[in-house]
């Protein structure tokens, strides 16, 4: 069964930085994109940033420059490296495994997500 187990949340002052981890389980997602979505309350799940099987990566426009994901395939493991987090920034993050190498809004299997909370 595959499984995908976010972790690396928490709380942070306004200013500060976490990085987060998805982790798979049952499957070996070197040939698919991942992307990281959040979601704060009351509102929809958006995207943040989309790494492709390739080492493409995709950025919400706002977010470019902020937050950085990668990927290590030998630890079947994608990343999303936040800095300058903002109260914004606050909600629950959610890693996204697509059906194949390309991004795909909103479609694949999901994590279950971790929670983010910045302090102003």
């Known amino acids: 069964q595959v499984q995908l187990v976010e972790s690396g949340g928490g709380l942070v002052q306004a200013g500060g930085s976490l990085k987060l981890s998805c982790a798979a389980s049952?499957?070996?997602?070197?040939?698919?994109?991942i992307s990281w979505y959040r979601q704060a309350p009351g509102t929809r799940r958006d995207l943040v940033a989309c790494?492709?099987?390739?080492?493409?990566?995709v950025y919400d426009e706002l977010l470019k420059g902020r937050f950085t994901i990668s990927r290590d395939n030998a630890k079947n493991t994608v990343y999303l490296e936040m800095n300058s987090l903002k109260p914004e920034d606050t909600g629950v993050y959610y890693c996204?495994?697509?059906?194949?190498?390309?991004?795909?809004?909103?479609?694949?299997?999901w994590g279950q997500g971790t929670q983010v909370t910045v302090s102003s």
């Open positions: 996204l495994k697509s059906p194949n190498s390309e991004c795909v809004y909103l479609l694949g299997t």
């Open positions: 790494i492709m099987s390739s080492g493409h990566t």
């Open positions: 049952g499957t070996v997602f070197g040939s698919n994109a």
